[in-house]
């Protein structure tokens, strides 16, 4: 039986051989069983181009409309993209421009499977990171100093008033200085980003920073977080059975690498860019990580954390079937598909997502797996399947399921 669908989601095209194994994974894995709707936006590097970017912003603006998208992989483009695809001109990274339009966070989930063991061996659950990209040291204004001087932050009021002073440092000699800001919005908005996906996916959220050294920055970090969970959150969060929990961002790694995981855990911008690449690397393989950008009111965007995987498609060009896995892509359908089930009211596509991401697990937990994973995987499976032969396997499991 096929399975139908109410409202569109918004499907947003990308590059390379993550754009190659987008349209395998829904010709095999979602075509067959599910009359699809989506409103389809292109941001292939060339199609971004020919429509001076305008594309990326309308397919953000779709996302805030309909409520769900599922993004593949796309370029970001530099000086050597430009030659490589003849553009006009260079533009902003499609993530940035449509994280900004829906002034959303980024939680990044590692898939697990039985075979390939966290290097962190007590972890049992996965742990997803959620990191505030916005403001501090990525914003932050520096300055060399060449010698003996004062250092001071001015505050000047835009409507006039009193100015704030103070001094950073009496520099003895030559050094460096740092001024960083972030905004109560911001930080208002990543916080609900936080607990509104916590809560979707029955996580606890954990939030830490150091607020003990940075009683006036860091503090109102801790503030702000506490205000939005006791007035919008913790009814809610008590009637799922979960809790928030505060701590300090020492203390917070170190029970992070002795629990067994299973929680949400919101991270400062520079917190979140470092612990991320610690969870990805300790969780096995960057093909294994999907990536949600979640806005404060709940709009969700599905994708795989990882990039385009260029050398893999320049292979596929010269006629190489490559092992690349599509894993992380698939998941970032089910994800779409099972949020748009879940806002529809449609539990069958819910369902559907759930058996599809069940047959993925189990095919790689019999042994059937593309090379990044047979390296990992322990038993070491007679060999590695390319990315047409594993979605086929994917494809009887789930054909066996329905
Ligand atoms: P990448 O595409 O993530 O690939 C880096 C390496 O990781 C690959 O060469 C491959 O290693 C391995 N890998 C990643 N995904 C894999 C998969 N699904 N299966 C097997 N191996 C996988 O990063 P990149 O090569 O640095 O970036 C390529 C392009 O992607 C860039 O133009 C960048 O702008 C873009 N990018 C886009 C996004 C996004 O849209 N979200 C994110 C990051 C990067 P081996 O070669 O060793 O097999
Ligand atoms: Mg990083």
Not at 156 to 176: C, F, L, N, S
Not at 198 to 227: C, M
């Amino acid at each position: 039986m096929r399975i139908t669908m109410k409202t569109p989601l918004v499907e947003i095209d990308g590059d390379e051989m993550t754009r190659v194994l987008w349209n395998l994974v829904k010709e095999k894995l979602i075509l067959p069983w599910v009359d699809l709707k989506t409103e389809y936006y292109d941001l292939s590097l060339s199609s971004r181009d020919a429509t001076n970017d305008e594309v990326t912003a309308e397919s953000a603006r779709a996302i805030l409309r309909l409520g769900v998208g599922v993004k593949c992989a796309t370029i970001t483009s530099n000086e050597a993209r430009k030659a490589e695809y003849g553009l006009k001109a260079l533009h902003p990274s499609p993530n940035a421009t449509i994280r900004a339009i829906l002034d959303g966070t980024v939680f990044r989930k590692p898939i697990r499977v039985s075979c390939v063991k966290p290097s962190v061996s007590v972890w049992k659950k996965p742990i997803v990171i959620g990191r505030h990209a916005y403001g501090d040291v990525y914003k932050n204004a520096e300055l060399a100093i060449p010698g003996p001087g004062k250092v001071e932050l001015v505050y000047t009021p835009a409507g006039g008033g009193a100015e704030q002073r103070i001094t950073v440092a009496d520099m003895k000699g030559a050094g460096v200085a740092q001024g960083m800001h972030n905004l109560d919005d911001s930080i208002r908005s990543f916080a609900r980003s936080c607990f509104s996906y916590a809560l979707g996916e029955k996580l606890p959220v954990w939030f830490a920073a150091k607020d003990t050294i940075s009683k006036t920055y860091d503090g109102r970090f801790k503030e702000i977080f506490n205000a939005v969970y006791e007035g919008e959150f913790r009814d809610r969060f008590a009637a799922a059975g979960l809790q928030y929990f505060y701590t300090l961002i020492d203390d917070a790694v170190a029970r992070a690498v002795k629990g067994e995981g299973g929680f949400l855990w919101a991270c400062k911008n520079y917190d979140g860019d470092v612990m991320s690449d610690m969870i990805a690397s300790a969780s096995g393989s960057l093909a294994m990580m999907t990536s949600v950008l979640v806005s404060p009111n709940g709009v969700t965007e599905y994708e795989a954390a990882h990039g385009t995987v260029q050398q893999h498609y320049y292979r596929w060009k010269k006629g190489e079937k490559t092992s690349t896995n599509p894993a992380a892509l698939i998941f970032a359908w089910t994800g779409a598909l099972a949020r748009r089930g879940e806002l529809d009211g449609l539990p069958g596509l819910a369902a559907f997502a759930e058996k599809l991401e069940g047959a993925v697990r189990q095919t790689i937990e019999e042994g059937e797996m593309t090379g990044d994973l047979a390296g990992l995987a322990s038993p070491a499976p007679a060999k590695a399947l390319d990315s047409w032969e594993f979605a086929d396997a994917v494809g009887r499991r789930l054909a066996g399921v329905f």
